[in-house]
């Protein structure tokens, strides 16, 4: 059974950088074929597409977010971690972290974690 | 970056009748190689992450019940609900997978009228 799941500060001041976790189970990230991505909701709004990391560490960022986003995978510990430098209160939001398989959609999602970016 | 549009925005339905959800791509999400739309459909309730119900446009993710059905091809797609049920009540999404950034829709409010 596939999971994922989300962890990281709740809080986090203006200017500063965010770190987050996915923490996956029941699958591999050195499995060919698959990924894991990460996809934010602000409070009331539409789904934001982040960035994806593959199998083979190729990754695609979204590019109006690209300058402030990194994306690694520990395929030891079977995580995956995020970076956003530079927060800011517009990045306040729900982040999931999602299994991108096969068939190039997000079969699976975390519950997410809420971030607010506030002084 | 390929523009994802759903109309309308928010829709009632009465239990027992058909729901239609449209989307629209700002260019075309089909591929030559395979005949085969980036198009996947995701219902979310509150409170909860998004769920996978459709994939290539048509293709129904394993477990999701069959009066759920997506259409369409090129840039314009529709998900239908042939039955709403009360458990149906939800945000739905469309999604573009052709190329990245993997665009999603604005989402369309689905409720019982």
Redesign the interface.
Same mark, same amino acid.
């Given at each position: 059974q596939i999971t994922l799941r989300e962890s990281g500060p709740t809080l986090v001041k203006p200017t500063q950088t965010l770190t987050l976790t996915c923490a996956l189970s029941g699958f591999s990230l050195s499995t060919s074929g698959v990924g894991v991505?990460w996809?934010r909701q602000p409070p009331g709004k539409?789904?934001?597409?982040l960035v994806?990391i593959y199998w083979d560490d190729d990754k695609?960022?979204?590019?109006?977010l690209k300058s402030r986003l990194t994306i690694t995978k520990d395929t030891s510990k079977n995580q995956v971690v995020l970076t956003m430098t530079n927060m800011d209160p517009v990045d306040t939001a729900t982040y999931?972290c999602?299994h991108f398989n096969m !068939?190039?959609?997000? !079969?699976i999602?975390?519950?997410?974690t809420m971030v607010t970016v506030s002084s | 970056?390929i523009v994802m549009t759903q109309s309308p925005d928010s829709l009632a339905v009465s239990l027992g009748e058909r729901a239609t959800i449209n989307c629209k791509s700002s260019q075309s999400v089909l591929h030559g190689s395979n005949n085969k739309n980036?198009l996947?459909w995701?219902q979310?309730k509150p409170g909860q992450?998004?769920?996978?119900l459709i994939?290539?446009a048509s293709?129904r993710?394993s477990g999701v019940p069959d009066r759920f059905s997506g259409s369409g091809s090129g840039t314009d797609f529709t998900l239908t609900i042939s039955s709403l049920q009360a458990e149906d009540v939800a945000v739905y999404?469309c999604?573009q997978?052709y190329s990245?950034?993997?665009?999603?829709?604005?989402?369309t409010k689905l409720e019982i009228k």
């Open positions: 991505g996809i539409a789904l934001e597409w994806v695609r960022y979204s590019p109006s999931y999602a !068939d190039d959609t997000f !079969d999602w975390g519950q997410g | 970056d980036s996947a995701y979310q992450p998004p769920k996978l994939y290539w293709t993710e999404y999604q997978y990245t950034p993997y665009t999603f829709g604005q989402g």
